[in-house]
């Protein structure tokens, strides 16, 4: 069974950083893609990130580019998110989950909130 457990999220003004990250159980985390997703109230989850198992190939949603940055340590069996330049727009529940490549979630987190401030 795949747990993840989603950590880092909090408040900060626009234009801070914040890293989350995702910490995974299961032997196959390293042989697995993972992604980021985030949601607002009312509105569908949608993806913002994703990393190959080998870390060798990323994608990003257009409006993350050149602020985000995905990553992974299959040695610790973790995903992080560094996010920076934030704005009030990405405030939102961010979710750490497995997937298929590219983006087909198997297992999903608990989410962590992120609150950007104007």
């Known amino acids: 069974q795949v747990q993840l457990a989603e950590s880092g999220g909090g408040l900060v003004q626009a234009g801070g950083s914040l890293r989350l990250s995702c910490a995974a159980s299961?032997?196959?985390?390293?042989?697995?893609?993972m992604c980021w997703f985030r949601q607002v109230p009312g509105k569908e989850r949608e993806f913002v990130a994703a990393?190959?198992?080998?870390?060798?190939?990323?994608r990003y949603t257009d409006s993350v580019k050149g602020r985000f940055t995905i990553s992974r340590d299959n040695t610790k069996n973790t995903v992080d998110l560094q996010m920076n330049s934030l704005k009030p727009e990405d405030t939102a529940v961010y979710y750490c989950?497995?997937?298929?490549?590219?983006?087909?979630?198997?297992?999903w987190g608990q989410g962590t909130q992120v609150t950007v401030s104007s």
């Open positions: 989950a497995r997937v298929t490549w590219p983006m087909t979630p198997e297992y």
């Open positions: 299961g032997r196959t985390f390293s042989s697995s893609a």
């Open positions: 990393i190959t198992w080998s870390g060798g190939v990323t």
